[in-house]
Nanobody, 117 residues
Framework: QLQLVESGGGLVQPGGSLRLSCAAS????????IGWFRQAPGKEREGVSC????????YYANSVQGRFSISRDNAKNTVYLQMNDLKPEDTGVYYC??????????WGQGTQVTVSS
């Protein structure tokens, strides 16, 4: 069974940090782009960050630039999102996505991140 499983979410105070992990099972992450998306209550899902297979191309949304860092460990079949200086507006469900050629598009179930004092 092909699965992406996120972990690492939780409740954190403004200014705090969290590290999200996304582990793949049933397939490897060597070939395509992998990234993180998030959805806040009442808002559309948005892209946060993504990285290509060789880490030669990395994208960050303007709202997280300089605070978040994405990395992938193909040997562990895992991608990470280090989130620093978290703000209340970072609250939402964070999803991992792995996609490539048409028809090859996988999402995790999401992990909740809540930034609140």
């Amino acid at each position: 069974q092909l699965q992406l499983v996120e972990s690492g979410g939780g409740l954190v105070q403004p200014g705090g940090s969290l590290r999200l992990s996304c582990a793949a099972s049933g397939f490897t992450l060597d070939y395509y782009t992998i990234g993180w998306f998030r959805q806040a209550p009442g808002k559309e899902r948005e892209g946060v960050s993504c990285v290509d297979r060789t880490e030669s191309s990395i994208y960050y949304a303007n709202s997280v630039q300089g605070r978040f860092s994405i990395s992938r460990d193909n040997a562990k079949n895992t991608v990470y999102l280090q989130m620093n200086d978290l703000k209340p507006e970072d609250t939402g469900v964070y999803y991992c996505r792995y996609w490539g050629v048409p028809g090859y598009d996988y999402w995790g179930q999401g992990t909740q991140v809540t930034v609140s004092s």
